[in-house]
């Protein structure tokens, strides 16, 4: 609630005041580096394409041979697809899923011995890793986009401190108010009346007399976009 009055007021002084957009370099762009661009376009998720764990043993299959099917899952060398089960953010910012092969096809798989790390001796399923690491965006500098806003918020802060007069007219003379017919508990109830019928009974009387605010402190061309009666300059600078 407090951002979105202080974006109402931001919107109300650019109205009194409109200013261009300025345009701050928050950080510079990153050196160029000597590294061939990989051919295919990156994809829009915010991360460069996949990278497959490196090898882990000799004489046992890697993560190379374990390649990316185009419905997200991997595909091991018999034939059986990895599911992913587990996605780590890296304190480098990378994104680490894990695949895991089902126990009902690895554990009677005959390539078990070169899958696994003791071979067949271990009862767990494959596991292979795939990491994907965030685009790099240095190409340009970073530039932020906004109005400059120190005068309106100073001119908040004054108003902060204005004075505010309320005037109440003498109320009018009340006419004889007729006998109000007996209701029923359930006409008496206000969560049984109508819209309507709450805001007769909750409105202003006409007899009750004139409300008026003096606010003082406000620019004219602020009173006047807001629709007020703007009285004389010897009234208000007090």
Not at 44 to 59: C, D, E, H, L, N
Not at 186 to 206: F, M, T
Not at 209 to 226: D, S, V
Request: aromatic share 8%; charged share 20%; net charge positive.
């Amino acid at each position: 609630m407090s951002q979105w009055t202080w974006n109402i007021r931001l919107e109300l002084g650019h109205q009194l005041a409109p200013e261009p957009v300025r345009t701050t370099e928050f950080a510079p762009a990153l050196p160029s580096q000597n590294e061939p661009t990989p051919p295919a376009s990156p994809p829009t998720s915010g991360y460069a394409p996949p990278a497959i764990a490196m090898p882990w043993k000799a004489g046992r299959f890697t993560g190379t041979d374990f390649p990316l099917q185009p419905d997200g899952t991997l595909r091991c060398p018999a034939g059986s697809a990895l599911l992913p089960h587990e996605h780590r953010r890296e304190a480098n910012g990378s994104l680490r899923v894990v695949y895991g092969a089902s126990i009902r096809s690895c554990r009677p798989c005959p390539l078990r011995e070169q899958c696994q790390w003791n071979g067949s001796a271990t009862d767990k399923l494959r596991q292979v890793s795939v990491l994907l690491h965030p685009l790099a965006v240095g190409s340009s500098p970073l530039l932020w986009r906004d109005w400059h806003r120190r005068h309106q918020r100073r001119a908040c802060l004054r108003l902060h401190r204005q004075r505010l007069e309320v005037q109440i007219e003498p109320a009018l003379k009340r006419t004889a108010a007729s006998s109000s017919p007996t209701i029923s508990r359930a006409e008496r109830a206000h969560y049984r009346l109508s819209w309507d019928e709450r805001l007769a009974r909750n409105a202003r009387k006409d007899q009750a007399g004139l409300l008026t605010f003096k606010l003082f402190g406000i620019p004219e061309r602020f009173a006047n976009w807001l629709g007020l009666s703007v009285v004389g300059r010897e009234q208000t600078s007090g």
